[in-house]
């Protein structure tokens, strides 16, 4: 169990311990309770919850490795340097996802990407998931900017550089969204129109082998009076005249696809 500065209600103080707590401000009527929780990127993806208690003596900042409240001072400089370092690792994360999203076009315009339906649906997920973040982050921001602005020590100017930072990376996550939109909405009209192409190249070959498979039809079935069944160059005559027809059809073909091309 944390050892809290002052007296806190069990329920706030479980809000504190929890490291994935959504961003919320709580008004009571000793103390202020802020979290904020934002997406962060050390080795992989996580998620961090940023807790600060807001007293009219002191405010606190709970350090989670510590696991102990560290003072932020009676002012709101500290505790606006605390904030602000951590919205920073959000831009700075969302730059390089910007950065990630480029790399993977690239690869994926080169043909170097192998199982591109999984790592979309990885990135997509993961944006998702931040654009959400970083929107309740602001919806909490302007709630707490609300409640302390007429406070005479408030750093307004500064708060707000804050809140507007939040509002930013929610537009550079909706922007990367869009992109990956955009790759997916590609990356199926390719595949439509090689799915068309194949089709259309065996639409070809069926041109061309349909009639011949209706002459083999023709001349095996077995009934008397067939042509040049009694013919001694009868299977030649037959032979010869469906590979005429095979190249006649083909050349047909070929100018076809020609003209289409160019």
Not at 10 to 27: C, G, K, M, T
Not at 36 to 55: D, G, I, M, N, Q
Not at 206 to 212: G, K, V
Not at 230 to 246: N, Q
């Amino acid at each position: 169990m944390i050892q809290a500065p002052f007296t806190i209600h069990q329920l706030h103080i479980e809000d504190i311990l929890n490291p994935v707590h959504p961003s919320a401000f709580i008004l009571e009527d000793d103390y202020n309770l802020l979290i904020v929780r934002l997406p962060s990127f050390l080795k992989e993806f996580t998620v961090t919850s940023y807790p600060f208690l807001l007293h009219k003596e002191q405010n606190y900042f709970y350090e989670r490795e510590k696991e102990e409240f560290i003072s932020l001072g009676i002012d709101f400089q500290h505790f606006y340097k605390q904030l602000d370092a951590c919205v920073d690792k959000v831009v700075d994360m969302l730059l390089n996802a910007h950065e990630d999203i480029e790399l993977y076009e690239e690869n994926f315009h080169a043909s170097k990407m192998k199982n591109f339906l999984y790592e979309w649906h990885n990135k997509k997920k993961e944006m998702l998931y931040i654009h959400r973040l970083v929107i309740q982050a602001v919806r909490v921001m302007s709630s707490f900017i609300t409640a302390y602005h007429e406070d005479g020590d408030f750093l307004y100017n500064e708060f707000h550089d804050i809140l507007e930072h939040l509002e930013r990376s929610e537009r550079s996550a909706q922007s990367a969204l869009s992109k990956l939109d955009q790759i997916y909405k590609f990356y199926a009209m390719s595949t439509s129109d090689k799915t068309n192409q194949s089709i259309f190249y065996l639409t070809i070959l069926s041109a061309i082998f349909l009639p011949l498979n209706l002459i083999v039809g023709f001349f095996g079935m077995n009934t008397g009076g067939l042509l040049f069944a009694e013919h001694p160059h009868g299977t030649l005559i037959v032979t010869s005249a469906m590979l005429i027809l095979a190249l006649f059809l083909s050349g047909i073909g070929y100018i076809y696809l020609k003209n289409k091309r160019y």
